[in-house]
């Protein structure tokens, strides 16, 4: 019978060994975070376990899903609720790499990051694209996203510590009649028909790539590309990418139907009632115990996504209401210039199937005023007072806050960004999503802020 299997590599005896839990879940996106969840006893030895390294591979039906570095726990009474993380992609994050690329072919560049970041493997497979790049002690992941985007190339990690960029994903079957659309949203007005890219050369004279034409125009800034020509292939990339009309597509189905899949994987869905019938690329897949989630043709974009994406801008003040307004029709960098400061700013916060998957963080400098009695949703929408519950209504959740000056954003982190800092932290419990018609479930919403 078909069923989940956990082992950890036992060094000792350079094996792998079978431990008891149950799956939480595999979270893999297309070109982005990839994590699995696994629950397990509050137990001494349990206990002993979690407190070091571990390298885990989950199966399903004897079939390897995910292989990865067991590095974050949760702890409660009775379970011990066990991260595990793409161990290619955090080694990458944690080194950096410097230099100059002028008509370099990408596999040789990313021989470069690979020995920078340690990986021990050779790279599975990479473009030989001649690029201009210039990484100043760049994180090596960035380095490899940047060069990824240039190729017009996928990467992804196999076997655990086989890097590889190119194609990611195959034609794989699919029974779209066991399968339940819950979403589907199709936006036209986000299309353009060109795309700059702006840029510096590494003389530091501007550059700019164009890629379409037309004059419905979407403007990005890159500050690794260090040519033209680079520029432009960065720019028929995003116009690819800014010309897909699903906003979104979501489907549900039993795990023995979607385990096979992956992020990258071409499949047919033909659902009448949501004008679907066509294939379709996998973007992002979540696999839980009995089902599957997928998200076809763009990948819906976390909030936790957002904060990473504006941490890593330059050193610009943005706007966090008009960052994130640009950010669903492109990211950063969605107009010419940074956005100047307003009085009053938003943080959308998507909920996923009724509720908040993750715990929001960020880092707030100078002075603001936070009020977090205004809780506002639209169509199934929430609406708070002072005291800490909600009703859920909707899949939107908006954060108002005033402040006097713009603020930088640091997600998961502990940089300090001025002289007067807060820190705010915000998280709802997961909740049952199958509830009737009318019915009102609340959640326990906790708000902590202090002065450090």
Known sequence: MAGWVFEYFD???????????????????????????????NTSANRAFVSSDQIVKISYDSVQMFLGALFGVEYSNKELKCIVYNGVYELLKRRVISGIYESESADNIMEEVRVAAGLYEELGSCPITALDMNFDQTLCYDAMVE??????????????????????????????????????????GKKRDKVHVRGFSAAGEELLGVAGTGDNVAVFWNNFATTQDTLDLLAAKLLAEVNIEDSQIRVSCPITEG????????????????????????????????????????????????????????????????????SGGGGPGGGEEPPGEEEFGFITINLEDGYLQSREQMLISDALFFDPTELIRSEDEVFCNSVPQATLLEERRQLEFSMVESF??????????????????????????NHAEGESPDFEEELTITNE
Request: charged share 30%; aromatic share 8%.
């Open 11 to 41: 060094g000792d005896v350079e094996d792998w060994v079978e431990f008891s839990g149950r799956i939480g879940e595999i979270a893999e996106e297309l070109n982005g975070h990839e994590e699995a969840t696994i629950f397990i006893p």
């Open 259 to 326: 385990f096979h899949l992956h992020p990258g994987d071409t499949i047919t869905v033909s659902k009448s009632a949501m004008n679907l019938d066509d294939t379709y690329k996998v973007m992002r897949i979540i696999k839980s115990r009995t089902e599957c989630i997928l998200e076809l043709n763009r990948s819906v974009k976390r909030t936790e996504d957002i904060l990473e994406e504006l941490s890593k801008t330059r050193n610009e003040v943005f706007n966090f209401t008009t960052y994130v307004s640009q």
């Open 147 to 188: 060069v990824a985007k240039a190729c017009n190339c996928d990467y992804w990690v196999e076997d655990g510590d086989t890097l590889y960029l190119g194609s990611r994903g195959s034609v794989q079957s699919f029974d779209s009649s066991k399968a339940k659309v819950s979403k589907r949203g199709v936006d036209r």
């Open 408 to 433: 930088y954003v640091n997600h998961g982190g502990t940089k300090q960004v001025g002289e007067a800092i807060v820190y705010t932290e915000t998280h709802a419990r997961a909740m049952d999503e």
